[in-house]
T-cell receptor
Framework: GAGVSQSPSNKVTEKGKDVELRCDPI?????LYWYRQSLGQGLEFLIY????????KSGLPSDRFSAERTGGSVSTLTIQRTQQEDSAVYLC????????????FGSGTRLTVV | KQEVTQIPAALSVPEGENLVLNCSFTDSAIYNLQWFRQDPGKGLTSLLLIQSSQREQTSGRLNASLDKSSGRSTLYIAASQPGDSATYLCAATTDNFNKFYFGSGTKLNVKP
């Protein structure tokens, strides 16, 4: 596609429920990143994929968070047993081969846990 | 871990003014320093990228500088316009994975 696509754009969920957030990177971009932007913490790195592998998961805040990428394309970020502190905007980015050139962000998914 | 700080947190200026946004980082072993713009409800737009071997980059009315020894970067905006109103984020990478460490941003308001 022309840009990085994220869905849904907004998600409201009840505390304790599981949620899945989807990211469609730019076609041909082998690297994919997830970030989280929350009021108290700013914009934080979560996980990095190169192809279907995740060589850097250091930003995942707890074992309730997981992500996968299939076919070197679409990625899903899953949050289990959501908590109110998980409320944030989740941003996805992709880049060609993991370089900073062509690094492109999606518009994000706003997650609200009530 | 790289810590990135931006000051001021917010800035309001009249149209036409020149202004400087500041960014500091704790680890001078950075690979890249990038300035982004974020508009409400939208993703991040890349403005200027400075590689570690470079001192500055310019694009139109924007100029960004990098001083690794002092751990600082500045974004200079000349002749500001209302359309420049947005949040400006500074971010640094420190390895080949190119994950960004972000500052908390400067929210700029340019008044007509």
């Amino acid at each position: 596609g022309a840009g990085v696509s994220q869905s849904p754009s907004n998600k409201v969920t009840e505390k304790g429920k599981d949620v899945e957030l989807r990211c469609d990177p730019i076609s041909g971009h082998t690297a994919l990143y997830w970030y989280r932007q929350s009021l108290g913490q700013g914009l934080e790195f979560l996980i990095y994929f190169q192809g279907n592998s995740a060589p850097d998961k250091s930003g995942l805040p707890s074992d309730r968070f997981s992500a996968e990428r299939t076919g070197g394309s679409v990625s899903t970020l899953t949050i289990q047993r959501t908590q109110q502190e998980d409320s944030a905007v989740y941003l996805c980015a992709s880049s060609p081969r993991g370089t900073v050139y062509g690094y492109t962000f999606g518009s994000g998914t706003r997650l609200t846990v009530v | 871990k790289q810590e990135v700080t931006q000051i001021p947190a917010a800035l309001s200026v009249p149209e036409g003014e020149n202004l400087v946004l500041n960014c500091s980082f704790t680890d001078s072993a950075i690979y890249n320093l990038q300035w982004f713009r974020q508009d409400p409800g939208k993703g991040l737009t890349s403005l200027l990228l400075i590689q570690s071997s470079q001192r500055e980059q310019t694009s139109g009315r924007l100029n960004a500088s990098l001083d690794k020894s002092s751990g600082r970067s500045t974004l200079y905006i000349a002749a500001s316009q209302p359309g420049d109103s947005a949040t400006y984020l500074c971010a640094a990478t420190t390895d080949n994975f190119n994950k960004f460490y972000f500052g908390s941003g400067t929210k700029l308001n340019v008044k007509p």
